[in-house]
């Protein structure tokens, strides 16, 4: 326990990581922790909307993972936000990796509901492969770089056995199925195509046991409730900031100015920045004064940063079976597996491979969740609402065969073109290692006679294993706070290296 210390410290972000770090803080006892918000409202990419009379998640949706060594579903338990059915042994015991059992339904582009067991030689295929992508450089790396090109040798290699049997339309169907999977992955990585994706660093994300769930009341309760746990002034909000100022070596000064857009400069002893990588790549060299070392701008380059979108839509009535939680999508007239669309501007919409059923407390409540990702999502924002509903209605029809399905409301995300974000988290892009994870979360300066610790960094895209994860962002937050604590405590003096 650091008491009362008066190291003045800034936190540029309020969102979970910062949050979290000025929590961590402030409990410890230090008096002198500001945050800097550049909008209007705390949560960052955690956002609760409503459609109609019904809850939704613009942002953070799931716990993954919500067991005992997640500290965001302790948290969310002590807040007594969760479910109970949430909270039970069995729930925590169940190791599904990023997939939780949902009960599906299945329709094809030809406006076919297909039987879900007929599916399940895909879904077991696509699973398979991906829990066991090869996980260090001992494969012949060359063959197959991305995830992408590894998923989609290996469905051809295995399916060219094993559904030899199978007629072509079943055989086209299961391979649709591969696509639509990908497409999934896509919007679980936030990116375009699982070409992106790293195959070695793809392994380095570790999942949590337990059953994926969601926040009941919504995941903006998490934040209120931290947030009532600290001092009413801590936050400026609509203060963005224009440079960090670092590098100061004398002693006994303040090492940091932050300049604010409004012209206001603060000093500080330190200063803990939580924006996104999305920003960092556009804005690092301006943000910061001198430029960040070549190692951090290598690593703010090779780890990628994506976006996945939704689309929620409310419907006069129920169109999908009374128990269902996923609606999947086939396109049956696609020849190759594909996880991205060739003309982005016609075919957008085939980028949607699934639509979640949005639990809700509200009678008559009948919201699904559409997912989309990559250029796809990117090109989906810049549209009218009324062509993104016009695109959906048609979608529908064609899925279910039924023209007399008409949405009733829409409402689409639009975490790229959102100024403080450009995308919605981080992802490994080719070539990107644990390391450049390891550097993303290293403090200015990294050595020499000047003061330690200016400059920290947290947020989702500076956790090695649980990056893109809200448990990730959080973990983050804490750490540096720890990094400060014990920098600050008698008893154990930080050396330069450590790391937490």
């Given at each position: ?7 003045k410290?800034?936190i540029?972000?309020c ?16 008096t002198?922790v500001?945050?800097?918000?550049a909008?209007?409202r705390?949560?960052?990419?955690i ?13 953070a949706?799931?716990i993954h ?10 948290l969310?338990?002590d807040?007594n936000?969760?479910d109970?059915?949430t909270l039970?042994p069995?729930?925590?015991?169940m190791d599904?990796?990023e997939?939780?059992p ?5 329709f ?7 039987n879900p067991d007929?599916?399940?030689p895909?879904?077991d295929?696509?699973?398979v ?10 494969h ?11 998923l ?10 094993r559904?030899k049997?199978?007629?072509k339309h079943?055989r086209q ?5 591969i696509s639509?999977?990908l497409?999934?992955?896509?919007c679980?990585?936030?990116t375009?195509?699982?070409?992106d994706?790293?195959l070695?660093?793809?392994?380095m994300?570790l999942?949590?046991k ?12 998490l ?6 746990e ?5 936050v400026s909000y609509?203060?963005p900031?224009r ?10 000064v ?5 300049e604010?857009e ?8 330190h ?6 990588l999305g920003y ?8 910061f004064s ?6 951090k ?22 169109w999908?079976?009374a128990?269902?939680?996923?609606i ?5 007239d696609?020849k ?18 699934s ?5 809700s407390s ?6 699904l969740?559409g ?5 796809e999502a990117?090109?989906m ?9 016009h ?7 064609r899925?279910?065969?039924d ?6 409301r829409?409402e689409c ?10 995308g ?13 994870f390891?550097?993303?979360m290293e ?5 020499g006679k000047q ?8 947020g989702e ?6 990056y893109s994860?809200?448990?990730?962002a959080?973990?983050s937050g804490?750490?540096e706070?720890?990094r400060?604590i014990?920098?600050y ?12």
């Open positions: 326990m650091a008491e009362n210390v008066d190291a410290i800034v540029i972000g969102g979970i990581a910062g949050i979290a770090a000025a929590h961590r803080l402030v409990k410890s006892g230090f002198n500001r945050i800097l918000e909008t209007g705390s949560g960052g990419r956002k609760t909307g409503r459609l109609g009379n019904t809850m939704i998640e613009i942002g949706a799931f993972g919500p067991s005992e060594e997640n500290p965001v579903f302790c969310a338990r807040y936000l969760l109970p059915k039970t069995e729930n925590q015991a599904v990796g997939y939780p949902l009960v599906p339904n299945w094809t582009s030809s406006g076919q509901k297909v007929d599916m399940n895909a879904l295929l696509f699973h492969l991906l829990e066991n992508t090869p996980q260090s450089k001992s012949k790396q060359r063959s197959w770089p991305s995830v992408g090109d590894f989609r040798s290996e469905v051809r290699r295995r399916t060219a056995k559904w049997d199978k007629d079943t169907l299961l391979l649709g199925a639509t999977m497409k999934e992955e896509c679980s990585s936030a375009h195509s699982l070409e994706l790293d070695v660093g793809f392994s994300y999942s949590i337990g059953v994926d769930c969601t926040f009941p009341s919504g995941s903006e309760g934040i209120s409730n931290l947030m009532s600290l001092p009413a002034d801590l609509s203060r900031v440079c960090v100022h670092w590098g100061c070596s004398e002693s006994g303040n090492a940091v100015t932050v604010c409004d012209g206001e400069k603060i000093n500080a002893d200063v803990i920045v939580t924006v996104s960092l790549k556009k804005h690092h060299s301006t943000l001198p430029p960040l070392p070549a190692q701008l290598k690593s703010i380059e090779k780890i990628g940063f994506g976006t996945c979108d939704k689309i929620h839509v409310e419907f006069e009535s129920r999908w079976d128990d269902c939680e996923i999947y999508l086939v396109w049956d696609e190759d597996i594909s996880d991205h669309v060739s003309d982005i501007s016609k075919n957008w919409v085939r980028k949607i491979s639509f979640n059923v949005v639990e509200e009678r008559g409540s009948h919201v969740c997912w989309i990702s990559g250029h990117e090109h924002e810049t549209l009218p609402e009324q062509e993104v509903r695109s959906i209605t048609e979608l529908i029809h899925f279910t065969g023209l007399t399905i008409i949405p009733k829409i995300t639009r975490w790229f073109h959102d100024p403080w974000t450009l919605s988290y981080c992802h490994p892009a080719i070539g990107c290692s644990v390391q450049n390891k550097n993303m403090p200015l300066p990294t050595r003061q330690p610790l200016q400059v920290m960094f947290a895209a500076t956790h090695p294993c649980y994860s809200l448990h990730g959080l973990l804490w750490r706070a720890d400060l014990s920098h405590s008698k008893t154990s003096p930080l050396h330069s290296d450590q790391k937490s």
